[in-house]
């Protein structure tokens, strides 16, 4: 078995950035900026920003953190996206979610201007993605393909077993794992909460992604013998054995299925790394002007 390094990876992916922040720099160009917005205090949230807020510093990317109330009308957030589609300073902006219930997460990921949706939401670059153009593609299932490219996986032919259809993982990596490119051109199957006989489906992946958001949910009897397991869940679960008092998971038992994969993620370490080098890595081609 071998471990996808995912928090490797992205260091390398880091690296590489930084290396070109400062050759825009030495070229009289500006850094590159990021903008998020954060609604609310959420704890998770907070941590997910603050490690981009960390990753952009980490680059020589510039970074602005707008945080609003939780109770802000959904007008005046709209007013603070328009500000920054505006900016001419600033090439990314991501809006952390999920949002308080009064605000209309679609109308909010419509507003971001599509050349500086970075996170890849906006129905345009959506459009794009599934057209093969270049776009920015979101954070996470880009975050996949690099993993599985960098380690050198094959992917023409096979069949690829996706659990979970959400509009930021489950869906987009079944559209990416399946188009015709250096990876993809798998045979895609989409599985979600309706699916009926699951293991029979999950049994015949040779790749495996799975991104439901129960831990532990895949286990041994539902994977084949040498298949690789991309786990993207990441559950927060009570441990007597940490400082803090909780850990996290993936949704897969990794004890159990170790042994039996040709690949695998670990939680933490592999999926959610790669997501901010992605974020990041979407932030420099904007500043380059690559796509729009
Ligand atoms: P979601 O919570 O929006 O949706 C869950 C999906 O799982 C749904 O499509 C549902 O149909 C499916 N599902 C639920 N129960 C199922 C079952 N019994 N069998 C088959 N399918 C079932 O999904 P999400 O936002 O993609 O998040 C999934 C997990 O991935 C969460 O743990 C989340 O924290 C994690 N996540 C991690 C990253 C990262 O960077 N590593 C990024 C995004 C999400």
Request: proline share 4%; hydrophobic share 40%.
């Amino acid at each position: 078995m071998i471990l996808l390094d995912g928090k490797k990876t992205a260091n390398d992916i880091k690296d590489e950035i930084a290396i070109e922040v400062s050759t825009l720099i030495a070229n009289d160009r500006k850094k590159p900026h990021l903008a998020a917005i954060l609604v609310g205090k959420n704890g998770a949230s907070e941590t997910y920003v603050n490690a981009k807020v960390k990753a952009c510093k980490k680059v020589g990317f510039s970074s602005t953190l707008v945080c609003l109330d939780e109770k802000v009308p959904e007008s005046e957030l709209l007013a603070e996206i328009e500000k920054i589609n505006v900016n001419k300073d600033i090439d990314g902006l991501i809006v952390q979610l999920p949002l308080p219930n009064h605000i209309d997460e679609m109308k909010v990921t419509q507003a971001i201007s599509p050349n500086k949706d970075v996170d890849g939401f906006h129905p345009e670059n959506i459009g794009r993605m599934v057209l093969n153009l270049p776009t920015y593609l979101p954070a996470t299932p880009s975050g996949i393909i690099e993993l599985i490219s960098r380690y050198n996986i094959k992917t023409s032919g096979k069949h690829c077993v996706v659990i979970g259809r959400s509009h930021i993982v489950g869906s987009p990596i079944s559209i990416l794992m399946s188009r015709n490119n250096h990876i993809g051109n798998c045979t895609v199957t989409l599985t979600h909460s309706r699916s009926k006989n699951l293991k029979q489906i999950t049994k015949t992946a040779d790749i495996l992604i799975v991104a439901l958001g129960k831990a532990g949910f895949v286990t041994r009897d539902m994977i084949k013998d040498g298949v690789c397991i991309i786990d993207v869940g990441i559950s927060r679960v009570e441990s007597s054995v940490t400082k803090s008092g909780w850990k996290l998971l993936g949704d897969v038992d990794f004890d159990q299925v170790k042994d039996k994969c040709s690949f695998i993620t670990p939680v933490p370490g592999g999926v959610g790394p790669m997501t901010i080098a992605m974020l990041l890595q979407n932030t420099l081609i904007s500043a380059k002007r690559d796509i729009y």
